[in-house]
């Protein structure tokens, strides 16, 4: 279990990114955490595995305080803790099958790493997340000439290669199209739902969150403004909604009118 407590971030030009955040995630959930553009969604998730450090609070997992750990603690933990980019976070010129294995750089010795040498286990292991996502025919092609759903597989492949048991995912489909969404959203369920692995999920087109998420947190400058169930936010008020993303947005198509990103 994932316990979020009394969580808070302030940047160094003063900005309250996150206030007093607290929650639980329980394994196997799959949370999607909404809101506005700067509501803190992309700070809470790097909090977490302390590619943002916190201000203050804690951040528990299995009795565990990341927020605590030592850079050596931190490594091992980082281990299990897959992480997803909007933008991919690929390195372009290398190929796919490089970028994959760089999801096994926890694992291996610090000298191996910088050599980006992997055992004949880790190409192997690679090879099978490449097949899970439908693209190992594009693992000796050079990230930059893959489309940006295939680029955001790879990204999947890579978490995969940490054997993890939680994913964190930034925004992943913001820049791909409705069709593309879908399919890097079935990937993630298929994991969740078939490897038990938990994830948590920022998004912010309310028909995806209703179709894919077991648990709803909606932020609103920094704060947690609204809980719910994948029910509770298929029977979300026009009240509730203003309350996340403010007065003047809109409903659209189960979307969102305007720029709501983040």
């Not at 969604?41 to 302390?50: A, D, E, F, P, V």
């Not at 190409?123 to 295939?150: C, H, N, P, T, V």
């Not at 809980?227 to 026009?238: F, K, Q, V």
Request: proline fraction near 2%; hydrophobic fraction near 40%.
């Amino acid at each position: 279990m994932l316990e979020i407590k009394n969580l808070t971030k302030i940047y160094n030009d003063g900005t309250v990114a996150l206030r007093d955040v607290s929650f639980k995630v329980e394994d196997g959930e799959f949370l999607i955490i909404i809101g506005l553009s700067g509501s803190g969604k992309s700070t809470l998730l790097r909090c977490i595995n302390r590619l943002v450090e916190p201000t203050a609070g804690q951040i528990l997992w299995d009795g565990q305080d990341i927020t605590t750990a030592d850079q050596t603690e931190l490594r091992h933990i980082r281990r299990k803790i897959g992480m997803i980019f909007q933008q991919f976070n690929l390195v372009n010129r290398s190929n796919v099958l490089t970028n994959v294995l760089t999801g096994r750089l926890g694992y291996v010795k610090q000298r191996q790493s910088l050599l980006h040498r992997f055992p004949k286990t880790d190409r192997e292991l690679a090879f099978k997340a490449l097949d899970r996502l439908g693209i190992r025919d594009q693992a000796y092609k050079r990230a930059d000439e893959l489309s940006g759903g295939q680029q955001q597989r790879v990204g999947i492949a890579r978490a995969l290669m940490q054997e993890p048991h939680i994913i964190l995912a930034d925004e992943p489909v913001a820049s791909l199209d409705p069709v593309l969404a879908h399919s890097i959203l079935e990937h993630l369920e298929s994991l969740n739902q078939e490897e038990g692995i938990t994830i948590l999920c920022s998004l912010h087109y309310i028909d995806l969150v209703q179709r894919y998420a077991s648990r709803v947190i909606g932020l609103r400058d920094g704060e947690i403004v609204y809980h719910g169930s994948r029910e509770d936010i298929r029977r979300m008020t026009d009240a509730e909604f203003k309350n996340i993303y403010g007065q003047e947005a809109v409903r659209v198509g189960g979307g969102l009118e305007g720029s709501v990103g983040g």
